[in-house]
Structures are given as structure tokens and as C-alpha cells.
């Protein structure tokens, strides 16, 4: 009886082998323990949230919870300095301004540094811009010939290795346009937004390095349990890149979406948690460590997230493996932590890894503090929406069919949400 139980096991992983179907991970609904979550209107040492003002300060507290216990803290910014490497007038039938940015985030052209690609359409003097981390490179995302290839450090999935995409992990021409499905650049443009994008290698590499590429080593190994993870580093990186878009010709800085999808979609709500000037936070399917509550259990767990990226979060975070119960924070209050600026969490029904339910669970529980500041938050929802059903006012959500990924029908809705603004 045992043996055939082993067999007809096997054939199970066989058939659906992907990671939320191990059996060490729950994403059985019915298997969610009771838990109590930390009231974001409630200070540590129980007294009440009442006011705005109470809030600046509830609001300092929280962050340095995020900070302390599960992100790391970030160095001071210095004032960067930037050099426009490349300007096509005419980009995208001239429709389009392109241009390649060279942001020394130090301020130092010895120092660190980031390319950003921009595309901003003509149609508009000032457009609303989309602040974005690709994964790949940033001539994955358009397959003009025209956009320079990265020369750090790159991932290297076992499919980049067999179609030499990145080869000894580094990109190669190969893969120019690889990504266009994922990054529809003509509709953004035709509708008077504009797009900058950025490898997120060039910031720091993913991999857990001791500190010793990327910004991390031009900081120096820190101290202590409280240092930057990756995820810090990344949004820290978006951060600077924001210090050049707020005096970039053709940018509204009032209307900056930063955006991310999965291990960027954490980084991106890091960045407009940390940084005010972000008018919309987006979280596309950021699961554990972005918008999913810790306290669910549900798909990805903190001890697996740290097992496989220990560099993304501060060490202090690896005494929660197990034991999310004792976080000071949850997810919710990292939404929260945006109010009463615009946020949108999206899931995708099939991503069971990264939690829907626990990603809508922290956008509607950050509602009361959007209401406190004078903003409608998602409305009064309690109950998950249908899929495909986009709810929420200053907080958005939708969970549309299909499995972790970036579509059209999220662009539409992000597109909507940055137009509203
Ligand atoms: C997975 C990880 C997720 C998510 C994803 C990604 O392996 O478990 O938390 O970040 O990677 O970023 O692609």
C-alpha cells in the first residue's frame, strides 16, 4: 500500500510539478489558522490612532518596524547626478521622445550607477510616467535596435541559457524584445503616458553576494540585523531614479506610478511606502513580502521566501521563519503606509504561490487609514471581487483569470488609475 502510495505521488508531481502544489505549502483556504493582525490605527503601546496627526506619527512608527524587522534601513540618499547618453527625437513612428539616462546614484560618474530608458509621448508636455524595474533588461521591453543592452550582472534562467539570451550572465542581443508581451509600450504612449524603465541589476545583482556588487558594496557591509536587503536597495534605486524624472522634460513629477510585478511588484510598494513623492504605488502580483499578509500561511511562507532569498529582506526578518504571529507588522500596514496616495494591488487567480486573497485582504484593511486622512480606500469591500472585476477608489484591486504574470487587461486598469490622477 505504501510503495503505490509513493508512486501515485510521483506521477502527481510529474504531471502538476509547480511550486504552490508541494506539500509543504498550504493553498488549501480551509488550512489558514486563526490569526489576530496588528490594528495599523493603533500605536505600540496600545493607545489610539484618532487624527491625521496622530496618523504622521503612527506612520512613522510603522515604517521603522518595516524597516527594522523585515526590509533593512537605506543609507542617506547623496544627490545624484544624470547624463542624457542618448536622445531619439522620433522614436516610435514620432510619436515619441526616447532617451537613455545615465543616473549616478552617488552622484559620483565613478560611483554606482543606473540606465534608465524613457519614452515619453509627444501628444503631451508633460505626460504621466510609469517608473518600472524589468527583469531582463531594458531591450526586453521594445525591440528597437536603438536601446542599449546592459552590461551587468544578469540572471540567468535555465531558458535564457538554452536560447543564449544571457549567456555567462550577461545579455545578449538575442534577447531584445523578448518581453514585448509584458510591456505594452505603444498603448501607454497613444495614450498620453509616459514609460521609464530600468534593470534592476544595474541597481543591485540578485544574489545573495555578501554585500560585495551593486550599491550594497559601494555602501559597504553594515552592521547588524537592520541592514538593506535587495528589495531596499531596489526601491532605494527607484528612489534616485525619481530625483532625475522630477526635473526630466516631458515628465509630470506629480504623476509618477511606480510599478513592479512580483519580486519588483515588493520593491515597488517599498519604494511608495519610503517615498512620498510617488502618486501611485502598483503591486502587480507581489505575494509574500509585498501584499500578502505573512499571518495567512497561505502559498509562499516567510521561512521558505528567506530559505531561497536570503538577500532580499534584513536579517533580522529570519526570526519570523515560523513564527509570523510574533511580526510587529503585517502586509496591510505596508499599504497603509501609502495613504492617502493611490495604491493598486492586483493578483491573478491562479497565482496561488503569491496568496490573492491574502494580497485583497491587505488592501482592504488599510482601508480606515485612507478614510481617516479624508480618502475613500477600497470603498467599504469586504468580500474578494469576482475576477476581472476591478473595485476600490484610492485603493485599487482587481484578480483577474490566469497565473502570475503582467497582461493587457492590468495594463488597462493601471492605465486607468494613472489617467485618474
Ligand atoms: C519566486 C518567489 C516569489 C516571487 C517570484 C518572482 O520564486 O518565490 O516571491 O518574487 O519569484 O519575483 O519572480
Known amino acids: ?95 515619441a521622445l526616447m532617451r537613455e539616462v545615465e543616473v549616478y546614484l552617488v552622484g559620483d560618474e565613478a560611483g554606482p550607477s543606473l540606465t534608465m530608458l524613457l519614452i515619453t509621448p509627444k501628444s503631451v508636455e508633460k505626460a504621466p510616467t510609469f517608473l518600472t524595474l524589468n527583469f531582463s533588461g531594458n531591450h526586453t521591453v521594445h525591440s528597437s535596435p536603438e536601446i542599449t543592452i546592459p552590461t551587468s550582472w544578469m540572471r540567468m534562467s535555465g531558458d535564457d541559457k538554452k536560447s543564449g539570451r544571457v549567456i555567462k550572465n550577461k545579455a545578449q542581443e538575442s534577447a531584445r524584445g523578448f518581453k514585448v508581451n509584458r510591456w ?34 559601494h555602501f559597504g557591509k553594515p552592521d547588524g540585523p537592520k541592514a538593506w536587503g535587495s528589495i531596499a536597495s531596489w526601491a532605494w534605486g527607484l528612489s534616485r531614479a525619481m530625483d532625475f524624472l522630477e526635473t526630466a522634460d516631458g515628465v509630470d513629477p506629480k504623476k509618477v506610478a511606480v510599478f513592479g510585478h512580483s519580486r519588483l511588484g515588493k520593491t515597488s510598494l517599498w519604494a511608495g511606502a519610503t517615498d512620498e513623492r510617488f502618486a501611485l504605488t502598483i503591486s502587480n502580483d507581489s505575494g509574500c513580502g509585498g501584499a500578502a499578509l505573512n499571518r495567512r500561511r497561505f502559498g509562499e511562507k516567510v521561512k521558505r521566501i528567506n530559505t531561497s532569498f536570503p538577500h532580499w529582506f534584513c536579517d533580522n526578518f529570519l526570526k519570523y521563519n515560523d513564527k509570523e504571529n510574533d511580526l510587529p507588522i503585517d502586509q496591510h500596514q505596508l499599504i497603509s503606509l501609502i495613504a492617502p496616495r493611490m495604491v493598486y494591488v492586483a493578483s491573478a487567480e491562479e497565482d496561488t504561490w503569491a496568496d490573492p486573497k491574502g494580497e485583497f485582504l491587505s488592501a482592504t484593511l488599510a482601508s480606515p487609514v485612507y478614510e481617516l486622512l479624508g480618502k475613500p480606500g477600497i470603498g467599504g469591500l469586504s468580500e474578494q471581487p469576482a475576477v476581472n472585476t476591478p473595485v476600490g477608489e484610492t485603493i485599487r484591486y482587481h484578480v483577474r483569470t490566469g497565473k502570475h504574470d503582467v497582461t493587457d487587461f492590468d495594463w488597462e486598469q493601471y492605465l486607468k488609475a494613472i489617467k485618474s490622477l
Open 184 to 217: 505594452p509600450i505603444e498603448k501607454i504612449i497613444d495614450s498620453g503616458v509616459g514609460i521609464a524603465t530600468i534593470y534592476y541589476g544595474d541597481i543591485d545583482p540578485d544574489f545573495d553576494d555578501g554585500f560585495k556588487n551593486g550599491l550594497h558594496a
Open 1 to 95: 500500500m505504501k510503495h503505490l502510495f509513493l508512486i501515485s505521488t510521483l506521477t502527481f508531481a510529474a504531471t502538476v510539478a509547480t511550486a504552490q502544489n508541494r506539500p509543504d505549502v498550504n493553498i488549501d483556504e480551509a488550512k489558514v489558522p486563526k490569526f489576530e493582525l496588528p490594528d495599523p490605527l493603533v500605536f505600540e503601546d496600545g493607545s489610539a490612532v484618532k487624527t491625521p496627526d496622530d496618523w504622521k506619527k503612527r506612520r512613522a512608527e510603522t515604517l521603522g518596524l518595516f524597516a527594522n524587522e523585515m526590509y533593512g534601513n537605506a543609507p542617506t540618499a547623496a544627490k545624484i547626478t544624470s547624463k542624457i547618453t542618448k536622445t531619439i527625437p522620433d522614436f516610435m513612428d514620432g510619436k
